[in-house]
C-alpha cells in the first residue's frame, strides 16, 4: 500500500464510471458517449436524466412516460412545506433550507426511504429530482411574503420551475435557456458532492442520506457556491468607480482569488462555460442590457492575457441566471436541482459493485504521551 500522500485525493482514481467524460486538456464534456453540445443543444433535461439514469436516450414513448412520472411526483408533503415556511422566516440559508427539506423528503417516502433495490432507489432518486425545484420555489416565495405556487403536470421540468418561482410560466426563451443550463450542470464526474454522495451510500445508508450529503457539499463557494461568488463580483464592480479591467487587476495584485476561473480537471476554457456565455449574451441582446456579458467578457479577456487561466461553468452562470430575475442566493439550489440527476445516478453505478469508501490519512501526532492525572496537571 502506498503512503504517498494526495492531498485532495488528486488525480486518484476510486471508481470507473460509464457516465461522463472529461477531457481536460481538449475541452470536452461527454454523458455516456454524448458531446455536451449536442445535448444541451437538442436534448431536454428530462432526456439526459434517462441518458445517465438507464444507459441509452429514450423513445418518443419512454420519454412521455418518463416526463409523466416526473410531473406526477412534484408534490411536497404539508408537513414539509410548514418546515420550509418556518426556515423562510427564520431567514435561512437557501441551500440549508434544501438540505433540511430534502432530508425530511425520506419521512414520506411509501417506501420509507430506507435503501433498497436498483429499481427502489431509482424511484426514490426520481421522487426526490422532482421534489427538489417544489421546495426551492416555496422558500423563495415565502421568504418573499408570498404563498407557495402548486406545481403543474402539463409543464416540463424546468418551464415549470420557473412557474414555481415566478407565479406565471415563463416564455419560450427562458424557459429553453433554463432547460439547458440544467442539461449542462447535471453531471461531471466525480466532482465534490458526487463523491460525497457516493462515501455516503457505499457505507449501504440510504439515497435520501447520500443526496443530503451531496447537497451539504455543493454549498461550499469552493464548489456550487462559486456562481453566487461571480455575480457578487459583477455588481461590485458596478458599484465601483473603477474599470472592469482596472478592478481586476486590483483584486489580483492584492491577491484575492477571481471567482469563476480555474478548474481542477480542465486547463482550457471549461466547455459549459462557452455555451453558457452565448446564451448569457443572447438574453442580454433580448433585454436590451448587455452590462452582466460585457462585464463577463472583459474579466475573461484580462484573465486570459494577465493569468492564462479560463473560466469555468459558474462564470457565465452567474449573469445568465442574474438576468433571468434568480436571486443570487439561489443559484447554488438551482445547480443542487440539476446536478442531483448525476448523484442519483453515481450512486446507482457505484452500487453495481460496492466496496466502503474508507481512505487513510498519515499519522504525524505524539505517540509517546504520558497520561497525567487530572489533579497533578498544571
Known sequence: MSDDLKKGLEGVLVAESELSYIDGDEGRLVYRGYEIGDLAERASFEEVLYLLWHGELPTASALSTFEDELAANRT???????????????????????RTATSMLSAYDDEDGEPGT???????????????PTVVAAFKRLRDGNEPVAPREDLDHAANFLYMLNGEAPDDKLAEVFDMALVLHVDHGINASTFAAMVTASTLSDIYSSITSAIGTLKGGLHGGANQNVMAMLKEIDDSELSVVEWTRNALEEGKRIPGFGHRVYDVKDPRAAILGDQSRALGNASGELKWFSYS?????????????????????????YQMGIPIDLFTPIFALSRVGGWIAHVLEYQEDNRLIRPRSRYVGATDQAYVPVEQRE
Do not use: C, W
Not at 411536497?76 to 434544501?98: C, F, K, Q
Open 118 to 132: 436498483r429499481a427502489e432507489d431509482l424511484a426514490k432518486g426520481k421522487r426526490i429530482t422532482a421534489k427538489m
Open 297 to 321: 467578457q472583459v474579466i475573461e479577456e484580462f484573465m486570459q492575457q494577465e493569468t492564462g487561466i479560463a473560466p469555468n461553468v459558474d462564470f457565465y452562470s452567474a449573469s445568465t441566471y
Open 76 to 98: 411536497v408533503h404539508d408537513d414539509v412545506l410548514e418546515t420550509v415556511r418556518r426556515l423562510a422566516e427564520a431567514d435561512a440559508n437557501p441551500m440549508a433550507a434544501l
